[in-house]
């Protein structure tokens, strides 16, 4: 199994997308990590220096009860996406503190499809009173670059049968935003995101497990004074090979620690929960790390929303070295 290719499957982002269902959610109902992109192999850093690259097409559908858009509360959202990720990691020579030490980059471009069912725009009048109005039915659409994460510095080390790594993901707000439409493929603000990754291999049996935790600091979208807050993704693998062919489970879970905040968080704090679960299956054409081109296809059906969206997910991958 090609499993020094598949280093990017644990090097990466999200734009501006989020994960739904018929619950309530914070400003978009957005994660700047995207929920379930790691998975086989993601404690892998590739001891072999040069350049791997990965790309997703992943696809969403889902609905929340309410959301926050623009400043505004709305009801019976719909949301679906469709994110085309290219993760480009370098893996350099040097060994600081006899790890192997890696740089990446993921730019994504996101297709988004948006709709209403109400809107309840509110305001504060001079004397504290809240008012509001009604827009009924409304929908959005766009194509445009989403937001870029980036990775300064990502260490990993191994040990027989394990590998492990640690890494630093930064979200930059690189994508389209305006207060003016409901389809914004950015979440207009930055994010940092700390992540430790673990994967067993054995090449004898052909078992594989992958974890990892991810913690996320949120800044204020400045355009709408909303902080979301801080955020754990939990997420992982577990598959076995026969020959080229590996099949398995993922799954993912997304808790958010610490309330939403500002003057635009008009639903309150709404901490988030959600949970993700689902088959894998991946094909690799060498066993030749160097060589293998690795396609990884997956799906995930979320269950158990708390303020947050709910739906299913698509994910189509192929990996290789330069």
């Known amino acids: 199994m090609a499993k020094r290719s598949l280093v990017a499957g644990g090097l990466a982002l999200m734009a501006a997308m989020s994960v739904p269902g018929a619950a309530q959610s914070a400003e978009f109902g957005a994660s700047p990590w995207l929920k379930g992109y790691t998975d086989i192999f993601g404690g892998v850093i590739p001891s072999v220096p040069g350049f ?21 509360v ?23 503190l006899g790890g192997t030490f890696a740089v990446n980059v993921t730019p994504t471009v996101v297709t988004m499809d948006v709709g209403l069912g109400l809107g309840i725009p509110t ?52 994508g389209d935003y305006s207060t003016r439409q409901l389809a914004n493929t950015s979440l207009n603000h930055w994010s940092f995101m700390p992540r430790f990754a673990a994967t067993y291999f054995d090449p004898q049996t052909g078992w594989q497990a992958t974890g990892a935790v991810l ?22 693998s577990i598959t076995k090979n026969f020959g080229p062919l590996g099949l398995g489970v993922v799954g993912y879970g997304m808790v958010q620690v610490t309330g939403d905040s500002g003057a635009g968080a008009r639903l309150g704090s709404f901490e988030s929960e959600i949970y993700g679960l689902g088959p894998i299956a991946t094909f690799t054409t060498s066993a030749d790390p160097t060589k293998a081109l690795t396609v990884i296809l997956k799906y995930y059906k979320e269950f158990d929303a708390k303020n947050a969206f709910e739906g299913e997910t698509f994910d189509a991958a192929i990996s290789f070295k330069f």
């Open 74 to 96: 709305n009801l019976g959202v719909d949301q679906d996406f469709t994110a085309t990720v290219a993760s480009l990691t370098y893996v350099t020579p040097w060994k600081p």
């Open 123 to 174: 305001f504060t009048g001079p004397r504290g009173n809240t008012f509001g109005g009604f827009t009924v039915n409304r929908g959005d659409t766009n194509l445009d670059l989403g937001d870029t994460v980036f990775a300064p510095a990502i260490l990993g080390w191994d040990e027989g049968n394990f590998h492990w790594n640690v890494a630093m993901f930064v979200l930059a707000p690189t």
């Open 215 to 236: 913690y996320t600091w949120n800044t204020e979208n400045t355009a709408t004074n909303y902080t979301t807050g801080d955020l754990v993704n939990f997420e992982g």
């Open 52 to 72: 791997y690259f990965r790309a997703d097409a992943y696809t969403y559908s889902g609905s929340a009860g309410a959301t926050i858009f623009n400043g505004l």
